[in-house]
């Protein structure tokens, strides 16, 4: 497993937009993938965003489709999520995730085997 840090939350108001970076901290280390996962109170964690290291395919929930981006820069091993048009649903705490396996496509957190310590991310209305 290794160390991955997130930043990047905060408060927003609804409509507005937040950049969610994370890398890894200390080593960089090979992945298969990475992906955005949050967490709302009282809910499971749920997958929000992934995207394959090398071919750079990526993959949404549907709740985000067209308002979140998930983009990496190989050269800065640092993975975003770009949130625009916020809504106060998007409210949680966002975990960045990395597995080392083969990924293809999955929204269970179990395809992941490293995790960050999360940011909060508040959508007022």
């Known amino acids: 497993q290794v160390q991955l840090l997130e930043s990047g939350g905060g408060l927003v108001q609804a409509g507005g937009s937040l950049r969610l970076s994370c890398a890894p901290s200390?080593?960089?280390?090979?992945?298969?993938?990475m992906g955005w996962f949050r967490q709302a109170p009282g809910k499971e964690r749920e997958f929000v965003a992934a995207?394959?290291?090398?071919?750079?395919?990526?993959y949404y929930a549907d709740s985000v489709k067209g308002r979140f981006t998930i983009s990496r820069d190989n050269a800065k091993d640092t993975v975003y999520l770009q949130m625009n048009a916020l809504k106060p649903e998007d409210t949680a705490v966002y975990y960045c995730?990395?597995?080392?396996?083969?990924?293809?496509?999955?929204?269970?957190?179990?395809?992941?085997?490293?995790w960050g310590q999360g940011t909060q991310v508040t959508v007022s209305s």
């Open positions: 995730a990395a597995t080392t396996k083969y990924y293809g496509g999955s929204m269970s957190p179990s395809a992941f085997n490293s």
């Open positions: 200390g080593r960089t280390f090979s992945r298969y993938a």
């Open positions: 995207i394959r290291w090398i071919s750079g395919t990526t």
